[in-house]
């Protein structure tokens, strides 16, 4: 009897093995066709003569996630050259890129989806840990005591004064009473820390953004929502600044600003991303990732433009301005569109 259960567990083994990787007698998991599946053309080879699609296409579990690891990431070696080249040579792999080297890498737009979700990915679980809360909600402690203090001096002052002098005090006190609510609600985990960045924007946008300055914490959501779609508006947004390093070059066009541009915002998004991580162990190792961006600057432009290391390091200097602008402009463009969503 016990030979006899073996073999049936043995049966049952293989039946349930087929019903979650069924083989259908194809062996290895290949089709075998003489046409093409997708054109029908008469099959010559590895690939179709017509449109490329492989020959034999598989179907098994394995072949969707290599295939899903291969379309969607651009795995297949392409990620492991350009990642440490993007990290370490950028100037190399933009010139490489530029100059027709295409398939080896991942392609600049490609790479730039992938950090952006990254990136979000990233910084949306790092940013809601029970440390950054914590820290969050004490830095908001001590400035909600310094306002405090602030408030009953300017109201000691207002109780004396009239005129110009009482109306100019009464728009501060209300100002400050303003932030002081919104930083209550973020000592009382109601929203988070960061909301406080729309609110700085949304002072100098207030013909703009009208009443949605009075609620930071739905224009904070609406500017986290925006960040994550509009983000490809900082390629368009940075290019111009780029040209300005190079005006009316003929050897340089739009599309090596574009593509330099480009891997530039891919590796700043993945450092955030790594940054973050780190913040979770070491908050002053992850601070050391501010000096990257001028280095990594530096380096790519030396070798995408050729230029020399006088030449590199004053466009440097100037790129992390331009940056900062590029930066600003990509804010207050998610200021305006969050305020009138």
């Known amino acids: 009897m016990g030979e006899f259960e073996a073999l049936g567990d043995a049966v049952t ?17 290949h089709t075998h066709e003489a046409n093409c599946l ?11 003569g017509e449109c490329g699609q492989h020959a034999h296409v598989h179907r098994t579990l394995s072949a969707f996630f290599h295939d899903f690891a291969h379309g969607v990431l651009h795995f297949e070696g392409k990620i492991f050259r350009t990642l440490p080249l993007l990290a370490w040579n950028p100037g190399e792999l933009t010139r490489r890129y530029v100059d027709g080297q295409r ?3 991942v392609s600049p737009i490609a790479l730039f989806l992938f950090s952006v979700f990254l990136m979000f990915a990233v910084v949306g679980l790092t940013s ?6 914590a820290k969050a909600q004490a830095d908001a402690a001590r400035e909600l005591s310094k306002d ?4 009953s001096v300017l109201q000691g002052q207002r109780a004396g004064a009239s005129g110009p002098v009482a109306s100019n005090l009464d728009e501060k006190i209300s100002d400050l009473k303003d932030e002081m ?4 609600a973020v000592k009382d985990g109601k929203i988070d820390a960061s909301f406080r960045f729309a609110g700085e924007f949304a002072d100098g946008l207030n013909s703009a953004l009208g009443s949605a300055a009075k609620n930071p914490e739905l224009l904070f959501y609406k ?4 960040a994550y779609k509009f983000s490809w508006a900082l390629i368009p947004i940075s290019v111009p600044f780029v040209w300005l390093l190079f005006p009316f070059s003929r050897r340089f066009r739009l599309y090596d600003h574009t593509v330099f541009v480009t891997y530039s915002l891919c590796f700043m998004m993945l450092l955030l991303a790594a940054s973050s991580v780190v913040g979770l162990v070491s908050d002053s190792v992850a601070s050391l990732a501010w000096f990257v961006p001028p280095v990594h600057m530096y380096r790519q432009l030396r070798g995408a433009y050729g230029v020399s290391k006088r ?8 790129l992390t301005i331009f940056a900062f602008i590029a930066i600003s402009l990509f804010a207050s463009l998610l200021v305006a569109i969050g305020a009138v969503d």
């Open 13 to 29: 083994g293989g039946m349930l093995g087929r019903a979650v990787e069924p083989k259908a007698g194809e062996g290895d998991g």
């Open 38 to 48: 997708n054109c029908g053309a008469r099959l010559a080879g590895p690939f179709c």
């Open 103 to 105: 398939a080896s890498f």
């Open 148 to 151: 405090q203090q602030k408030l």
């Open 223 to 226: 500017l986290k929502t925006n």
């Open 311 to 318: 030449g590199a390091a004053w466009r440097t200097i100037l």
């Open 128 to 133: 809601n840990t029970t440390k950054a809360t």
């Open 181 to 184: 609510t919104a930083l209550q």
